[in-house]
């Protein structure tokens, strides 16, 4: 299976690094063949998905609706089965493409709707499910859907939005190709969200919800960066 994952990005270069080597990880690890197309604005990300072997292609960041069609036209140019969507603070285990996805790969649209927040600068998590939404971090999507919006309706995601983009797209999709969305579920912690400084949805709007304990495959990182701190406040 052939996978294009499209990546927009925008600022939070540190936060962008770290998931980078996560996605490297997991395209090692992957059955699929796994390639990364990221939409940029800044010059800064050229040399860094260069690094990495990730194509760019160039997009304003505002909007960012977009700026995203403007990454599915360039991931279009290639040769995929499917396309999944990945946000610049994402990061996904390879078990939700290679076990939990597998049954679905016929489906021409799948998803989940459960994802684990993440304070990228203390390590705090909590988990967050939604009702009816398929989220943008691993949506998956066949390539046949995506042409037929893409060339029939010249977009995927409503190009004038900046917020609420995952939930028009699907409305769209619904609405345009009377395709629903499969919601696949999941246990444990398969979907982490990295949230910084930089965000449309901060932390902030998470920091009354219990806390989880963070998988602990990022332990030793925030290990690492609370003994840095602690040697800076020295």
Known sequence: MKI?????????????????????????ASKH???????????YFEPICFKYGFETVWAENDPLGAKINAG?????????????????????????????????????FFGI??????????????????KFSCLGIGKMMRRDMVERAMKVFKKLYTPHLNRCMDDTMMDNVIRTQGIMPVFVKYEGQL??????DTNIWP????????????DKRFSECFKVKSDAESLIEK
């Not at 089965?81 to 679905?104: A, G, R």
């Not at 932390?203 to 963070?214: A, I, N, S, T």
Request: with cysteine.
């Open 4 to 28: 294009r994952i499209v990546i927009p990005l925008w600022k939070r270069p540190e936060v962008t690094i770290f998931c980078f080597d996560e996605l490297v990880k997991l395209i090692q």
């Open 33 to 43: 063949e796994i390639e990364v197309t990221c939409v940029i604005s800044e010059e």
């Open 72 to 108: 599915i036209e360039k991931a279009l140019s290639h040769e995929f089965d499917y396309l999944m969507m990945m946000n610049s603070d994402d990061v996904i285990d390879v078990k939700l493409i290679d076990e939990v996805y597998q049954p679905f790969f016929d489906r021409p």
């Open 113 to 130: 709707d459960r994802v684990t927040y993440v304070n990228f600068y203390t390590g705090e998590a909590v988990n967050m499910e939604y």
């Open 191 to 196: 979907a982490w969200d990295f949230k910084s």
């Open 203 to 214: 932390w902030e709007k998470f920091k009354d919800k219990p806390r989880v304990e963070l």
